[in-house]
């Protein structure tokens, strides 16, 4: 469900005063995470925006200090914040009001693997259980530690910048990362010092990423929902995110590798419903068709483009 919200034309009338004025808190970027940060902080803005004739101005107030994915829902939970993104799980839904939307196409639940620098034996493994031999590390609560123990993979848990060097001194074989995210996190030369990435496995699991709000701030999510839908039936929903680098080089890196698809118990059954609405829809429209995984740019450009946002956004 996303909160009935029905996809509309854009309304570029002039906003009515009478609507209220809306604070936005939103999180400080997570280190290592700039430009999938920066994604999700634009494509938020962007479906504020066209739903202000509907439901008035807004101002985004982002935190001063970094925080790490569960201090930023305990923050959503406290009323420190009034939406963070955040890959889904049954729990996180129990606690907070979750947008089933999913903002990075699936992509976070496909994973490459950071290995240690030199070592080629996953080029070997074809299968779930001979990928069962190799010790994983992945963060303290996670999602996706307790999806990789569902499947019986040993897991070892850390903290996310620990998780780099323990595969590095050689204490686990894999650091599973999203192909979104393992490039950028590769440049980051001291982070990844001693690490390779992986070019033959790619572990495959269910695993949408969505904006969530708390519990009961359904008039915001319903806001969200709907300046999502909007953007997607124009198109530029899937323009930004075929915009992002890490989007591009992220589907690039879906070819050639074998695929280990993993079960997911942690989705929740609406969840399982959005991704399998939405994840067609992304790969029908013409801007992700006529994308060539081999460019460096994105292909086209949306011929309707939205007001851009206020400086200090």
Request: no cysteine; proline share 5%; charged share 25%.
């Amino acid at each position: 469900m996303l909160f009935g919200a029905q996809a509309t034309e854009p309304a570029f009338n002039k906003v009515n005063n009478d609507l209220p004025h809306t604070l936005i808190r939103l999180p400080n970027v997570h280190p290592g995470r700039d430009s999938v940060y920066a994604y999700a902080k634009t494509l938020l803005t962007e479906a504020l925006l066209v739903t202000e004739p509907q439901y008035g101005t807004f101002e985004i107030m982002v935190s001063g200090q970094e925080s790490a994915q569960e201090r930023q829902l305990r923050n959503l939970e406290h009323n420190l914040l009034d939406v963070t993104w955040s890959v889904t799980s049954t729990e996180r839904e129990r606690q907070f009001l979750p947008v089933r939307i999913p903002i990075m196409a699936g992509l976070f639940g496909k994973r490459a693997l950071f290995v240690k620098e030199g070592d080629e034996r996953l080029k070997y493994v074809k299968t779930l259980k001979e990928l069962k031999s190799f010790r994983t590390v992945l963060g303290y609560d996670w999602p996706d530690t307790k999806i990789f123990r569902a499947n019986d993979l040993p897991v070892l848990e850390t903290t996310y910048r620990a998780s780099f060097r323990i595969v590095s001194e050689g204490f686990a074989d894999i650091f599973p990362r999203s192909v979104m995210e393992i490039r950028e996190e590769f440049e980051d030369e001291k982070l990844t010092r001693g690490l390779a990435i992986d070019d033959n496995l790619i572990i495959s699991y269910p695993s949408p990423i969505f904006f969530f709000v708390r519990s009961d701030n359904h008039a915001l999510a319903n806001r969200i929902a709907e300046g999502l839908l909007i953007m997607f039936d124009s198109g530029r929903f899937q323009e930004l995110l075929l915009s992002q680098d890490n989007f591009r080089h992220g589907m690039s890196m879906l070819k050639g590798r074998t695929e280990l698809k993993i079960q997911n118990p942690l989705l929740s059954e609406p969840s399982r419903i959005a991704l399998e609405k939405f994840l067609p829809e992304f790969t029908a429209t013409k801007t992700i068709q006529q994308f060539n995984a081999s460019e460096s740019v994105a292909p086209i450009q949306a011929e309707k483009r939205l007001g851009q946002p206020e400086s200090g956004y």
